[in-house]
């Protein structure tokens, strides 16, 4: 498929002519063709009017056409094939292996979400009997969830698949019977063109509106803004920077109608080695803390970027054996030159805080925008008492926090921002201190993990990718698996509605054969 | 129980130094001892303070010790009796019938959330197996909803037992596991009282901290503004006017740490009589709806302000029969001087409106803050043209719109704001086009009902007591039935965490048996 840097506005090809974008690549500082049109404000009213007019026809589909439409959007991003990679490779840096991973988490995703539109539990269906005996008499009520209505979703630079056109906030407001206007992510353009055809033609090929999916090119603060601005556009999906995000959310809450923002956002994801473990294994899980750190050139949202311990032997010998492993580390591409910039700003920022010690960094040598790995070490009394340390600096390096005991441990922990997640590291002889920690951990972290590192997000139906601010906007939801799709829903409450004008899922005959909560009783379907 | 005008901060009564303010009764204009002292900072930091003490132990009780404090709760404020019934008959106006009917309500709503804790669904315990043979190998994943933390509850005016101090918000955030601070209104603070040391007493006879319930007295300006920006309040329960619900929605925007607000604010409750139903009985449902509409002095955020027909001489019968149903309707007394004097700004702003005829008034004489019930009429294309005819008159005024046809009628619908309730009367003959106006309807409100009037809301399973702003802040909830929780509640995700760590809902023996999804699939307990 030859690219032609047009956007794509319902099943129309449309030029923006708002000025032009070039794609980059990051590892040869190169532009790429071809011209991609950005979007002028006619565009955003289209694509949103659009969106408006498909929405009713669209939540009303079956779970099944729902489900076949979504894995007819998995099954032409597969058949993409190379052509997807090799784009996407030039246009992010990522190696193929990485992506080709990515892109079978991106389908896998659609795929999981048609499951859950079948499975029906989404719906939530709620079935009070009317009491006409009772006085006074209670009536016949009914809930079930609907689709909020049409959502913008901002694509990621870090995911060019599988947070992007067709990744996870795409899949679960499409799920929720929601229209999706997509915002392409100007690093990787040429990907988000691929990848937007292949949704425009699965939305044609299973007669849907072709409303159910527009995307458009454009900078986000006047695009973007003007995407989440709009009147019909009723949730946002966004996963990028804190400056970013909270831009969104004060424009989402500015609007006459306000409208709820999901915007993952800012995380440095600490990780708690407990005493008994560093003293059984401190080498290599120095060795392994710097695996997961450098992977990806730590891209990652849930990088971890804090190591909190006990200092004493155990403690030096872990940060020992995670300097020599990260010295040898060769310097790796990053996505974007912004990136690189403020990666290259952050790490030298931290250098320079009173008190902070380079332990280590990385090779410097790397073609493009390469990033140099970091390793620092600081004590907790420096770090309480500095904001700027809790700054997520986006990128392979890490801080070490050295805790003069438990109980500053525990203070550290309760001073943390709102995260992604929080890990453990301990033996069974640790088990006493992590029953202490762990309360705390829950409050700042959407996931909790022991003995592994946070890298790596599987999509699954008990996954919270979500936390606290600023980990995220909105700590009742995750962005990552199953659950995802109830941000794009909201509750109705049906009364004394006749049998023939009932949704299918209220019905008493319950055709979609739901699991129904009846009377206060959770009923399976037989 | 003799009232000292103390506020409940914890297991201390303590009086506000920051003025005083006398309560007022409304049907003889006179104050009424005793004087309550109002909070200052200190008092809100302390409350706040005890509440974020309180939180990790309380969070942590298991369900059956939560369920019995709630009930606890329940018995206390029946105990009350006649004191509590008198009290708030003398600050609200409000008869003695409905006060005990809300009393019922308040006790049966609590007794509901303890059987909710009890069941353990909240949680929503999810389970994902490990797959260590995969390619990488899946973790062990385990979901549940936890606290969100201390909760602001402001109670409302117009129901000063079911949405106050003891009312849905405080009772879904403490089944929760939530800490609540209330912002008494000040329309009734001996009432407030009387309900804050009835629950003081159910915290000190369960054992729990004291910090779990606090109840202040202010302004909401003041007071409650820097309630809703304290760092460790995570959550807000609000019921009451758009201009109050606003602003307290921004100031949570503003924050460091932006929080959830749920403000209950403003709905006018279309009701929408299509044509077979007035044919056949256009006299009755005149009289029904007049009751509906007169009922509580019209004092009810589900009061039908709206009603919508096709033009003709059903509709004409329907009007003269609201009209005469109306006129003998003496004058009630109102809630508070407020809401009377602007009852009287919002009717007089109504007559004012070119196109609005007055069909007729009610009664004028009444004692105190006595409220003249009015009724009017516009055609569609007035209506749309003005926004200002769908700004709520709090009271019992309605205004009954003619449409041209059914084509009109959706187009009246679909430019509705956001409501609570929406209502269709119908026959059978009536189905066709109830068919296409309901889609927009369920876009519009958070309950559809038919053949009935919005007032009265049932606390159960299947309620909705929410919708699209302006009627609620979020429309993603409610804030009555049992749904109300989940609100309160954000989802945390555990990751290989030994067993001897998990919380109860998911280990694998399952101790609380609850029904859990595994590996996507739903099994209840054996």
Not at 313 to 329: S, V
Not at 439 to 463: D, I
Not at 516 to 522: A, F, P, Q, S, T
Request: hydrophobic content about 45%; charged content about 15%.
């Amino acid at each position: 498929m030859q690219l032609t840097g047009e956007m794509i506005i319902g099943q129309q090809l449309v030029r923006g002519a708002a000025g032009t974008q070039l794609a980059f690549n990051p590892a040869t500082k190169a532009t790429m063709l071809p011209q991609f049109g950005q979007a002028d404000a006619a565009d955003v009213e289209r694509a949103c009017a659009l969106a408006e007019q498909a929405f009713d026809a669209y939540r009303s589909t079956t779970p099944e056409v729902r489900a076949a439409f979504l894995e007819a959007v998995a099954n032409n991003i597969d058949a993409l094939g190379a052509t997807l990679t090799e784009r996407a490779m030039a246009e992010t840096g990522l190696p193929q292996a990485r992506l080709e991973g990515e892109r079978g988490r991106t389908v896998n995703q659609l795929r999981l979400f048609a499951k859950v539109v079948r499975d029906g539990h989404w719906q939530q269906a709620t079935l009070d009997s009317a009491l006409p005996q009772r006085t006074p008499p209670r009536p016949d009520l009914r809930l079930r969830k609907i689709a909020v209505g049409p959502v913008a979703v901002f694509g990621a630079s870090n995911f060019p698949l599988a947070f992007s056109v067709a990744g996870g906030d795409t899949a679960s407001a499409l799920a929720a019977g929601c229209p999706v206007v997509v915002k392409a992510h100007g690093a990787h353009p040429g990907t988000s063109e691929l990848v937007a055809r292949a949704v425009q033609k699965a939305v044609a090929d299973s007669g849907l509106p072709e409303g159910v999916f527009s995307m458009i090119h454009g900078d986000g603060r006047t695009v973007g803004q003007a995407l989440v601005a709009h009147p019909s556009i009723k949730a946002v999906g966004f996963t990028g920077s804190r400056q970013g995000g909270t831009a969104l959310m004060r424009t989402a809450a500015a609007r006459p109608e306000p409208i709820p923002v999901y915007a993952e956002m800012s995380s440095i994801n600490p990780v708690f080695m407990l005493p008994a473990v560093l003293a059984g294994g401190a080498e290599a899980l120095g060795a392994a803390f710097v695996e997961s750190l450098t992977m990806g050139v730590g891209q990652f949202c849930t990088n971890p970027g804090l190591v909190i311990g006990v200092a004493g032997p155990d403690f030096d010998r872990f940060a020992a054996a995670a300097a020599a492993a990260l010295q040898p580390k060769g310097a790796g591409t990053m996505l974007t030159a912004g990136i690189h910039s403020a990666y290259q700003s952050g790490v030298g920022r931290l250098s320079q805080v009173d008190g902070v010690q380079v332990l280590a960094t990385g090779q410097q040598e790397g073609a493009g925008c390469a990033a140099q790995a970091a390793l620092f070490r600081v004590d907790a009394e420096t770090f309480l008492a500095s904001h700027a340390l809790q700054e997520e600096v986006f990128g392979p390096a890490s801080l070490l926090i050295a805790c003069r005991d438990e109980a500053e441990v525990l203070r550290l922990a309760a001073g943390l921002e709102g995260q992604l997640t929080a890990t453990v590291h301990c033996t069974a002889d640790d088990h006493g201190f992590a029953a202490k920690l762990l309360p705390t951990l829950e409050r700042k972290a959407g996931r909790v993990l022991f003995n592994g590192f946070p890298t790596g997000v599987e999509v699954c139906h008990a996954m919270v990718h979500g936390g606290p601010f600023p980990a995220t906007s909105d700590t009742r939801t995750t962005s990552v698996g199953a659950m995802a799709i109830e941000r794009f829903l909201r509750p109705v409450s049906y009364q004394n509605v006749p049998q023939a004008l009932l949704p299918a899922a209220l019905r008493d005959d319950n055709p979609l054969r739901l699991a129904r909560i009846v009377d206060g009783e959770l009923r399976t379907a037989i």
